[in-house]
């Protein structure tokens, strides 16, 4: 019964964050309404026409994608390393933090090269 | 399934031996320095920080490498083998990467051969702008050293995975690098483009072989892979199969017929000092990467490879040396002498033996040096347009530059295998060790072949000395510092391995003494 | 299932990869495909991973994804440049290198 004490210790934290944020945000929000926030969000019909043939995506689209790809599957690696964390101790840590450098290093380069600039 | 699987294997803490990898973490060390250089260092001063760091640190890691001899053992718990070969192959392709280096730090805004801004579309005012402001692409050196750093892997793994990932930190970099040509922009990204899709499919291949193996063996570590073998029980189709595919992969990357189509294409619109790091170095990784599945993983079967071995040794050199004769622009007939001359070090491949291997060694030594020098002559030969590469355009060059086309004469005769040159010395070496391995037939195969390759290259020497100069033909650019150090360096090594062979062919037989570690 | 259906299926699924690189002419489906024979080679290993009993399929699974995932950024890249230059993607119309 122990192992499920802090999946059930996360659990209520997540609940809790996620009523704080609607709590917080309905209190301390500014409240305009107007015709774009009253419609449908992601659902129903389209309310503007789409281009013919789906129309182009522009190149950052594809951009901002890939970097979030190339970011994105670097964290499968995390995860082995979490299950076994307690078995690897300070040298897993120390291999991992090499390796969250070498991301970084990735990272640093693409916002000091404007990758991550959308304009 | 997957609890009990976990609970089988308790985990521990892994050992890695860092001094026994330290060549190839220096050289990843190099690139992600790189990177940051990239990245908050200003454009101006870049290329000068770049330049000496690469060069001191792959001194470093050369002699991090030299420091390991004599080391015979499996380190990072069964990836890595650090032995006699892999040293003598790693020390090899980092003095390469040295002298390819030196050809790639050539900065000067007329004469560098790297595209200013590899995003520009040819032809518009966009990259006029970035031309006329004298800028000099610098991301060329972290993606050199990450091509290197996987090179450097490539012959070490010492299991399947570890190679595959090594195959692919060295093929990406080389596939963006392929597009960076200052001139005939064209050429240089449809060469990337070609080199691209073709070198994703040759690794999907090595990778489904990969898979089968696996599937027979039951494991990707090469030793546990020659035990499965030796104890012939599973399923043989699986192992055949991946045999074959996994030699489709590693076949592709030195260009062997029939995989070798890419070669001439892509050397010809590469950035010459990318061409002769892929000539190079590229080579060399990928010769030490077969030797060590063949001769580990496969050595029991030998009998299985060594006939398809036998046609793809014959098939390289004869096609090799017979396309490269209707060649007219020089990157191309040199890509094809690279083919025949992948035919020849396949002769002492076969050989499976010490010997064989030992002399393989030294053969890749000996091209590999005479290669970067070639192609750093290549990229003094220029006209308005950048480099002259047509053949037709150096005629009469002998009369004009004496030097250099002389020195070129002199690697074209290596590469033929006059006396007196490296070229001679390996392929005797070579020749030698088939002849011993019970592979004479081959090796007759090969002298005619070597035949007909000293024709073309003998073609090229009439050529530049006894036809005369075209009046608005190609001047010769005075060579910098840096470009004169690849080509002393190329002539040099040509040169001693020549006429003084022995010491480099010792030093070849005590590293291949001990062969691979298991 | 049992796993040599799967085997089968990641037979098929590679030779649907080869072939299709081989017979389509734009680059980025040609690519796709090299990806399509990519995941066969990964529900091969994980397949045997499962009938050898043992992990290293399982961890070649994890690794092919990632070096798959870095391939695509990198064909994208160059097939994009070439793209904005020629304004196609067909390989038939990449013919300047020749003899």
């Known amino acids: ?119 | 399934m997957n609890s009990q699987l976990l609970a089988q294997s308790a985990v521990q803490a892994p050992h890695i031996e860092y001094g026994q990898l330290a060549p190839m973490l220096i050289v990843f060390g190099l690139a992600i320095a790189g990177v940051l250089v990239e990245a908050f260092v200003p454009r101006r001063a870049r290329s000068a920080v770049h330049a000496p760091l690469t060069l001191v640190g792959l001194a470093a890691a050369f002699v991090a490498t030299v420091l390991q001899a004599g080391t015979h053992h499996v380190a990072a718990e069964g990836a890595v083998g650090v032995d006699g070969p892999t040293l003598f192959i790693q020390g090899t392709i980092i003095a390469l990467a040295f002298v390819s280096s030196l050809l790639i730090a050539e900065r000067r805004p007329d004469t560098s051969a790297f595209v200013s801004d590899a995003a520009s579309v040819p032809g518009t005012q966009e990259e006029r702008e970035s031309l006329v402001a004298g800028d000099v692409q610098t991301e060329v050196y972290p993606l050199t050293m990450f091509a290197v750093g996987g090179m450097l892997l490539f012959p070490a793994a010492n299991d399947l995975l570890t190679m595959f990932v090594a195959l692919e930190v060295l093929s990406l970099p080389l596939y963006v690098l392929c597009g960076l040509a200052r001139r005939r922009r064209l050429l240089s990204q449809e060469a990337a483009v070609k080199y691209f899709l073709l070198g994703a499919f040759s690794s999907a291949f090595f990778l489904y072989g990969i898979a089968m193996v696996y599937g027979f063996a039951g494991s990707i570590r090469l030793s546990e892979i020659a035990l499965a073998v030796s104890h012939s029980g599973g399923n043989e189709t699986l192992l055949l199969l991946g045999l074959a595919l996994l030699g489709m992969g590693l076949l592709f990357k030195l260009g062997a017929v029939p995989f070798h189509s890419w070669k001439p294409d892509v050397y010809q619109g590469a950035p010459t000092p990318i061409t002769a790091l892929m000539g190079s170095c590229t080579v060399v990784a990928a010769f030490g990467a077969l030797l060590r599945v063949l001769y580990v993983g496969f050595g029991g079967m030998q009998w299985d490879w060594r006939p398809f071995m036998w046609g793809i040794a014959i098939l390289t050199m004869v096609i090799g040396a017979i396309v490269a004769i209707t060649q007219a622009d020089v990157k191309r007939m040199l890509a094809y002498s690279s083919i025949a001359h992948a035919g020849f070090v396949l002769t002492g491949v076969i050989a499976s033996s010490s010997q064989g291997l030992s002399s393989t060694l030294f053969y890749l030594v000996a091209y590999g040096f005479t290669t970067v020098g070639a192609f750093a002559i290549v990229t003094l030969v220029r006209d308005a347009a950048g480099e002259a590469n047509h053949l037709s355009r150096w005629a009469g060059l002998g009369r004009r530059s004496p030097l250099v086309a002389g020195i070129f004469a002199f690697f074209l005769l290596a590469f033929a295998g006059i006396p007196l040159t490296s070229g001679f010395t390996g392929k005797f070496a070579v020749f030698a060790a088939a002849v011993a391995g019970g592979a004479t037939p081959l090796v007759i195969v090969g002298v005619l072949s070597s035949a007909v390759a000293a024709f073309f290259y003998v073609r090229v020497i009439v050529v530049m000395f006894f036809s005369d100069p075209n009046p608005d033909g190609p001047t010769v650019a005075a060579p910098s510092l840096l470009t004169g150090a690849a080509v002393a360096v190329g002539v040099a090594v040509t040169l001693v391995l020549g006429v003084l062979p022995q010491p480099a062919l010792d030093l070849a037989a005590n590293a291949a003494a001990g062969l691979f570690v298991r | 299932m049992t796993p040599i259906n799967l085997i089968v299926l990641s037979f098929v699924l590679f030779t649907i990869g080869a072939v299709g690189v081989l017979v389509r002419r734009n680059a980025i489906v040609m690519f796709m495909c090299v990806e399509l024979m990519l995941n066969a080679a990964n529900l091969a290993f994980v397949t045997f991973a499962r009938m050898h009993g043992n992990l290293d399929g399982q961890i070649a699974a994890f690794f092919v994804m990632v070096v798959a995932a870095a391939e695509v950024v990198v064909g994208l890249a160059i097939i994009v440049s070439i793209f904005r230059t020629r304004r196609t993607a067909s390989v038939d119309d990449a013919n300047l290198l020749k003899y």
């Open chain 1, 1 to 119: 019964m122990n192992l499920y004490v802090p999946i059930a210790v996360l659990a209520l934290i997540a609940f809790g964050f996620a009523m704080f944020s609607l709590v917080a945000s309905t209190l301390a929000g500014p409240k305009r309404f107007n015709r774009a926030k009253s419609e449908a969000y992601e659902c129903g019909i389209e309310p503007t026409p789409q281009p013919v043939g789906g129309g182009r995506f522009p190149v950052k689209y594809y951009l901002t994608a890939m970097l979030f790809i190339v970011f994105d599957i670097e964290i499968i690696f995390l995860y082995p390393w979490a299950v076994t964390f307690d078995a690897l101790g300070i040298f897993g840590l120390v291999e991992m933090v090499l390796f969250i450098v070498a991301v970084l290093v990735a990272y640093l380069y693409v916002w000091r090269r404007g990758g991550l600039e959308w304009e």
